[in-house]
């Protein structure tokens, strides 16, 4: 069983259009990630849910609106595409406190034309 | 806020053991470094964590000066499939006092023949 899931693993979509990531763990962890991954491979925090409350917020444009229906689920909805928000976006969790591992999804390749 | 500083890239030679120094100069005093490790099209995954000292597991060790302000994560007789990219992880605290688990650069690993 895969503990941190998400889907769709490759996503190809025009400029402008609005698409969604979804995200599940099994893991029973309070705490879920999105970490969004360049090119030049520089993992960078995007948002942080602590039991389906909001903790983190890293400077990420308007667009990208997280929804964690409940602490197994953290979606990611981005509206307005654009060329920059090509990359792949990785969703992860952990328990809550510093010194626990994070455990991460496969990712998903995000493709903006 | 922490920062971490590692190399962007290292080469090396199967069987012969090799040492990634990541520099973390200020580490919360309650802070663990973990280091993780990435291979193409997919998530990161944990490798080993410590506090200070030396720890060791039976995919690699990690050492950690008194200072704890640089960490050293050594790969025991690398082989081909070691060929990935590094990751070294500590915390940072958000303005309200959140976690904020965040990942140095990486350091990509290429084993040759």
């Known amino acids: 069983d895969t503990a941190v899931s998400q889907t769709p693993k490759y996503l190809v979509t025009q400029m402008g259009n609005d698409k969604s990531i979804k995200c599940e763990q099994n893991?029973?962890?309070?705490?879920m990630y999105w970490y969004k991954q360049d090119s030049k491979k520089f993992l960078k925090i995007m948002f942080s849910y602590n039991n389906k409350e909001l903790i983190i917020n890293e400077t990420v444009p308007n667009r990208f609106s997280p929804k964690s229906p409940d602490k197994a689920h953290l979606n990611l909805h981005i509206n307005s595409l654009e060329l920059g928000d090509s990359a792949v976006y990785f969703c992860?969790?952990?328990?809550?406190?510093?010194?626990?591992?994070?455990?991460f999804g496969e990712g998903s390749w995000l493709t903006v034309v | 806020l922490a920062k971490t500083t590692q190399p962007i890239s290292m080469d090396s030679y199967e069987g012969q053991e090799v040492n990634i120094t990541c520099s973390h100069n200020n580490i919360a005093t309650n802070d663990y470094i973990t280091w993780y490790q990435q291979f193409p099209s997919q998530g990161p995954r944990f490798i080993i964590q410590?506090?200070?000292t030396k720890v060791t597991n039976e995919v690699a060790s990690l050492f950690i000066p008194a200072d704890r302000k640089s960490s050293t994560l050594s790969l025991p007789r690398v082989s081909l499939s070691d060929t990935a990219v590094y990751y070294c992880l500590v915390g940072e605290t958000s303005s309200g006092g959140s976690y904020i688990p965040t990942f140095g650069r990486g350091t990509s690993l290429i084993v040759h023949p």
């Open positions: 992860a969790s952990s328990p809550p406190t510093s010194g626990n591992t994070i455990y």
């Open positions: 893991l029973g962890h309070d705490t």
């Open positions: 410590g506090y200070k």
